[in-house]
């Protein structure tokens, strides 16, 4: 399983990173994706080579980085929104339903 870490309870407008440690696996394609309360689960940003993906809801406001000498993906959220209340997870990409862990969850008051 690959682990999220770093979420939290953050004010509208406010900044979270959340965290993904990585092992055994390659940091070459990784995605993290949200599942918001009554909603089906949904990818919201990859990272493939030096390719980056986000969806529309967060382009320009979360960066998607990663940093190899650590094993560890990262997730820079900003001007965050409370649609942007979820759990948060990381996965290889495509995603492998063995690797779903737990998540982190990330709430965004209004």
């Known amino acids: 399983q690959l682990q999220a870490f770093g979420g939290g309870l953050v004010e509208a407008g406010g900044s979270l990173r959340l965290s993904c440690a990585v092992s055994?696996?390659?940091?070459?394609?990784m995605g993290w994706h949200r599942q918001a309360p009554g909603k089906q689960r949904e990818l919201v940003a990859r990272?493939?080579?030096?390719?980056?993906y986000y969806t529309d809801s967060v382009q320009g406001r979360f960066i998607i980085s990663r940093d190899n000498a650590a094993n560890t993906l990262y997730l820079d959220m900003n001007t965050l929104k409370p649609e942007d209340t979820a759990v948060y997870y990381c996965?290889?990409?495509?995603?492998?339903?063995?690797?779903w862990g737990q998540g982190t969850l990330v709430t965004v008051s209004s």
């Open positions: 055994g696996v390659s940091l070459d394609r």
């Open positions: 990272i493939v080579g030096g390719m980056t």
């Open positions: 996965n290889v990409h495509p995603a492998i339903v063995a690797y």
